[in-house]
Every structure is written in structure tokens, then in C-alpha cells.
Nanobody, 124 residues
Framework: VQLQASGGGLVQPGGSLRLSCTTSGLTFSRYVMGWFRQAPGKEREFVANIPWSGGSTYYADSVKGRFTISRDNAKNTVYLQMNSLKPEDTAVYYC??????????????????WGQGTLVTVSS
């Protein structure tokens, strides 16, 4: 199983980025997909997730209304559209996967597979 995150970079405050996470080696449509992030000197934290069906999504309060998670099961890819970025969004962003599952699944221990991370830097 491989998860490949991409799309990070340097962006000014107020700007936008779209992260992508392409998977292989798993039946993507059966997996809940999540995004987490880890800022320098901090623990990794939940950002958003989307169920295998593409139904109800969940967001951390800090990103609600600014970030949107989506998935394309035909492309085995999950996306994170990030708008109105703030300096405090600076972090390494990781995608994660777990088969099926219910509930909000905000704990990183609930995910089985992880990507390598992509760095997002929000700075002027």
C-alpha cells in the first residue's frame, strides 16, 4: 500500500493550495481517507476526513469553512482544498487511510496507512 501526498508549497496568507493524495495497493473505495498535519514542535493533529462513500465529512474547528476535503474514487485520490490560509496552517500535511469505519475518526491511531507528508508554508 502506498499513499503519495503532493501539492504543498509556499503561499502567502490569504492564499490557496490544493493537496492531493494518490493511493495504490488498496481498494480505495472501501477506505476512509483523512488529512492530518504536524506543525514544528507540535503533535500531529486531525484536519479532515471523508468516508468511503464520500458522504458526511468532518473537519477540525480550526479549518472549518476554509478547507474542503473531497475524493475521486475513479482516480484513487483524495484532495484537500485549502483557502484563506493563515500562518498557523504551516505544517507538514499527511494523508491517511483506514478501511471502512464509522464515527468521526479523528484519532491518528484509527488509521492504518500513511503518506510521506507534504510541507505547506504560509508566510509573506
Amino acid at each position: 500500500v502506498q499513499l503519495q501526498a503532493s501539492g504543498g508549497g509556499l503561499v502567502q496568507p490569504g492564499g490557496s493550495l490544493r493537496l492531493s493524495c494518490t493511493t495504490s495497493g488498496l481498494t480505495f473505495s472501501r477506505y476512509v481517507m483523512g488529512w492530518f498535519r504536524q506543525a514544528p514542535g507540535k503533535e500531529r493533529e486531525f484536519v479532515a476526513n471523508i468516508p468511503w462513500s464520500g458522504g458526511s465529512t468532518y473537519y477540525a474547528d480550526s479549518v472549518k469553512g476554509r478547507f474542503t476535503i473531497s475524493r475521486d474514487n475513479a482516480k484513487n485520490t483524495v484532495y484537500l482544498q485549502m483557502n484563506s490560509l493563515k500562518p498557523e496552517d504551516t505544517a507538514v500535511y499527511y494523508c491517511a487511510a483506514r478501511v471502512y469505519g464509522s464515527g468521526q475518526l479523528r484519532n491518528e491511531n484509527e488509521y492504518s496507512f500513511w503518506g510521506q507528508g507534504t510541507l505547506v508554508t504560509v508566510s509573506s
